[in-house]
């Protein structure tokens, strides 16, 4: 089963992994205090489909494209797994036991995420 997510362009320091995946819509949103982004403009928002064979792949080059000087995720899942993308550090959460959430939550805050926005497990 494919996974589906969203990917920030503004997020990538190298836009190449954006070429290797299926793009399905993509919306740009201003940048507003609460999003606390200043550096940017604006957000560019790509919904993303990843086949599941290459699902690791992309989730390691993520990883190693996201800008080095401002904390960045990237996220994608289908029905048995999330994937949750920062800089240097994946988490693969099975869904079937969504306590692993805390995990990637944690780290994401450590890194200076907004908390609101590492609320992984609020999606279910």
């Known amino acids: 089963m494919n996974y589906t997510g969203v990917i920030i362009e503004e997020s990538l320091d190298n836009l190449d992994v954006l070429k290797e995946l299926t793009i ?7 940048v507003t205090e609460r999003k606390r982004t200043p550096w940017v403009k604006q ?3 790509h919904t993303v489909e990843i086949p599941e064979g290459k699902a690791d ?3 390691n080059k993520i990883s190693q494209d996201l800008d080095k000087v401002h904390s960045w995720y990237a996220d994608y899942k289908n029905d ?8 240097g550090r994946i988490f693969k959460v099975d869904l079937s036991n969504p306590v692993l959430y805390r995990d990637a939550r944690e780290y994401g805050i450590s890194v200076g995420i907004p908390e609101y926005q590492v609320d992984f497990d609020q999606e279910w």
């Open 43 to 45: 957000w560019t928002l």
């Open 57 to 59: 792949q992309v989730a």
């Open 80 to 87: 048995e797994y999330h994937y949750i993308i920062y800089r």
């Open 24 to 30: 399905l819509s993509t919306e740009v949103e201003p």
